[in-house]
């Protein structure tokens, strides 16, 4: 872990689960077809299975079994005191092209499949990994947004396990500077930084280990002929979909497309040759400048953002030939997955649709300062914004994640809904 004497950092327990929800499993609900397959050349039943790991390998016999104690029990990294770089084994760094927001802080990614094992390509969904596969995210803060890996402060790293009975998710806090430690009650920490050159104050929250369901689990949508069709929840990952890898990444070695680069590695199958050809989305950074963007760039951008951190829990029944699932918030009307056509739906975006929480009605005048989710060309009465733009927890969204605003990003947005078509949604004279 690199210095944190600049940062001001407080730590504070949250306070302790009870006994069923310290039990309480962040994953399974596997499909029978995610089972299937699971005839790995290790130990799944966990006989012999154990954190104490001594080989220069992968302990992957515990990690198909066993919540060790230590994230260095796992043996990801040939430098355990370094989750950054140097994965262990076949692992591989990867990173997308719009990235899910938390907080600013610096992400670190690597896939492990097994050896021998091949993960499939899905135009829609997220890949289908095979069981064994484990991905990892680390958490560093840094001291100054504009200065990334340098001074900054792991907080934690998340495994996502993908188990004979499913995926499972295990965070870590690193609580030292070499190592990170199994936790399943959370963490609220006092986060202190400089970004865009401004000092910047905020609450990072390390989730609970039975809130990571709230994002990562998808309800298939059932068949309403079909009585005996009672398919569960599944957990799965959000991140590595096709149209978030499908760009160019410096391994050091070589600039590669990363789907190229999985594909002559071993791990990844059924990719289509021509790349161009994948409908992706393009890369957001928080240094993307938006003058200059046409119209067009501008919404296939802005989806991208909202597809990453939205369409987790808002996508409902848009069926495709991989999956047909619903999220959290499928019931909500504002669905916006990257594959669903904006131009034959766009009230599925929330252009002009009443907001099912209800806008937010301004105390001092008593009408409804955001009726509708968006009012084209006035973001400044979009509802869906607002929301952004707010730590106030009964309106903010995402409602996890995030102790701060994402300002680019709510950057990006406000242009986006400016940039529409002239719509006053019927509101006539409400609208300025």
Same mark, same amino acid.
């Given at each position: 872990? !690199? ?84 994965? !262990? ?14 907080? %600013? ?67 870590? %806090? ?71 890898? !499908? ?112 806008? %937010? ?5 008593? %009408? ?65």
């Amino acid at each position: 872990m !690199n210095k944190k004497n600049k940062f001001q950092i407080k730590i504070k327990y949250l306070s302790i689960l009870t006994i069923s929800a310290l039990l309480a499993a962040c994953g399974g609900g596997s499909s029978s077809e995610e089972a299937a397959g699971s005839d790995l050349d290790i130990d799944l039943d966990g006989s012999s299975a154990s954190c104490e790991f001594s080989e220069t390998g992968v302990n992957w016999a515990a990690l198909l079994t066993k919540n060790c104690p230590k994230l260095s029990d796992y043996n990801l990294f040939l430098d355990q005191a370094d989750p950054t770089s140097g994965p !262990n084994e076949q692992g591989i760094p990867y990173d997308l092209s719009t990235p899910l927001f938390t907080d %600013y802080a610096t992400k670190y990614r690597f896939v492990f499949v097994p050896e021998g094992k091949v993960a499939t390509y899905s135009e829609h969904e997220v890949i289908e990994f095979p069981v064994g596969t484990v991905l990892v995210k680390t958490f560093s803060m840094p001291e100054n947004t504009a200065n990334r890996g340098v001074n900054e402060t792991h907080i934690e790293t998340r495994l996502l396990i993908h188990r004979a009975d499913g995926w499972t998710a295990l965070p870590y %806090y690193w609580d030292s500077a070499t190592d990170a430690s199994y936790i399943v009650t959370g963490k609220s920490i006092e986060m202190a930084i400089t970004h865009n050159g401004q000092p910047l104050a905020f609450e990072y929250g390390v989730p609970q280990k039975n809130q990571c369901t709230n994002c990562h689990a998808v309800v298939p949508v059932l068949d309403k002929n079909d009585p005996q069709d009672k398919r569960k929840s599944i957990f799965k990952p959000i991140g590595p979909k096709a149209r978030f890898l !499908n760009y160019d990444y410096d391994y050091g070695s070589q600039v590669e497309n990363q789907l190229a680069h999985w594909e002559s590695e071993g791990i990844l199958t059924s990719v289509p040759t021509d790349k161009a050809a994948i409908n992706s989305a393009p890369i957001f950074k928080d240094t993307t400048a938006l003058a200059g963007l046409t119209d067009e760039e501008l919404t296939v951008m802005a989806r991208g953002y909202l597809d990453i951190n939205c369409a987790h829990c808002h996508r409902q029944e848009l069926t495709i030939p991989e999956a047909n699932y619903a999220g959290a918030a499928g019931d909500s009307g504002l669905t916006v997955e990257f594959n669903r056509d904006f131009d034959t739906e766009p009230g599925r975006f929330g252009i002009c649709k009443t907001a099912v929480a209800g806008g %937010y009605q301004a105390e001092e005048n008593g %009408y409804n300062q955001y009726p509708r989710d968006i009012v084209p060309q006035h973001a400044d009465r979009s509802y869906l914004l607002y929301r952004m733009n707010t730590n106030d927890g009964r309106h903010k969204m995402p409602e996890l994640g995030r102790g701060s605003i994402h300002k680019e990003g709510v950057k990006l947005i406000e242009a986006w809904i400016n940039s529409m078509d002239a719509n006053d949604c019927g509101l006539n004279d409400l609208i300025d």
